[in-house]
């Protein structure tokens, strides 16, 4: 079946240093849609892209689709120590959720 | 707005041993997922109903886990006999007229 590919696995970062996230697939991804999930936590949407080279921002983060809809990123500016957590992207196939194994991101402040 | 909920929060129980887990979704929402996230993962689609028909089991082991949504609002998953392997954090999802999904809470299951 499909996979999602998610890199890297774990990420660590000083406090205000930036931080991205990569996302994969070797089939074309139909929307794409990226979760938060903090340490305990649940996953919380955060945003869905939809066309070819998307890119929307959220205050400090730029989420990008790519021109062949086969690759997405988040990218975080100047990270704080709230931004911990792991970050999933799921491709959205009708409702039907495939994720990737998403990125863990520490802050140390 | 009340968000999703589930319960039990955590439950542990023997290999071999059944266990249920329950979801109330948001008020008014038509679809309800139900996921499987093993520590470590991002979580996997189990079932996906629509009101209280199933669109989308494909990847539910059907010999042991069953789930059902009668009336159409909430749901419950049942494993029958459980394995060491179905250790993990069963999350319950729904969504309403637009494509974001909403998480519960989840109910951490540890087999031994």
């Known amino acids: 079946g499909q996979q999602v590919m998610q890199i890297p696995q774990y990420q660590h970062v000083q406090e205000g240093e930036d931080f991205t996230t990569y996302c994969n697939s070797s089939t074309t991804l139909s929307n794409i849609q990226w979760y938060k999930q903090r340490p305990g936590g649940h996953p919380v949407f955060l945003i869905q892209l939809v066309k070819s080279g998307e890119v929307k921002k959220q205050k400090r983060l730029t989420f990008q689709f790519g021109e062949a809809k086969k690759n997405s990123s988040l990218h975080i500016t100047a990270t704080q120590t709230t931004d911990v957590g792991t970050y999933f992207c799921?491709?959205?196939?009708?409702?039907?959720?495939?994720f990737g194994q998403g990125t863990e991101l520490s802050v140390k402040p | 707005e009340a968000g999703v909920a589930q319960s039990p929060r955590y439950k542990i129980i023997e290999k071999r041993q059944s266990v249920a887990f329950w979801c109330n979704p948001i008020s008014g929402h038509a679809t309800l997922y139900w996921y499987q996230q093993i520590l470590g993962q991002g979580p996997k689609l189990l079932i996906q109903?629509?009101?209280?028909?199933?669109?989308?089991d494909s990847q539910l082991p059907k010999d042991r886990f069953s789930a059902e949504r009668l009336k159409g609002v909430d749901s419950t998953l049942k494993i029958q006999p459980a394995k060491l392997e179905d250790s993990a954090v069963y999350l319950c999802?729904?969504?309403?007229?637009?494509?974001?999904?909403?998480f519960g809470p989840g109910t951490r299951l540890t087999v031994t």
């Open positions: 999802a729904s969504s309403g007229s637009g494509y974001e999904q909403y």
């Open positions: 799921a491709d959205n196939q009708g409702g039907k959720l495939i």
């Open positions: 109903f629509q009101n209280n028909g199933v669109v989308d």
